[in-house]
């Protein structure tokens, strides 16, 4: 009995598409209100303060991927980059 390789294929619904998109957003901002109630309760920053902090938490996040492409696509080469990484998650794992 012969499958053919499109009913092999298994389907993905947009919806499910959808969920893994938004939720890794919902997850961290739900994250950063606990930092912020943390710093304003634990260590009893005011509330500007912990949210200065959280604001420049997420400029970091925000720009460091674009710096790291930067420096890695014109130092160091894409195939250096590929050894280091798997190098980093073999001696982490």
């Given at each position: 009995m012969s499958t053919s390789s499109s009913s092999l294929?298994?389907?993905?619904s947009p919806m499910l598409k959808q969920a893994a998109v938004v939720w890794p957003s919902f997850l961290t901002t739900?994250?950063?209100?606990?930092?912020?109630?943390?710093?304003?309760?634990?260590?009893?920053?005011?509330?500007?303060?912990?949210?200065?902090?959280?604001?420049?938490y997420?400029?970091?996040v925000g720009i460091l991927p674009l710096a790291l492409k930067l420096i890695v696509d014109a130092f160091i080469g894409s195939y250096w980059m590929i050894f280091m990484s798997k190098v980093a998650f073999i001696t982490i794992a």
């Open positions: 294929q298994t389907s993905v739900y994250l950063m209100t606990i930092i912020a109630t943390y710093l304003t309760r634990v260590w009893e920053i005011s509330i500007t303060n912990a949210a200065a902090i959280v604001n420049i997420w400029g970091v």
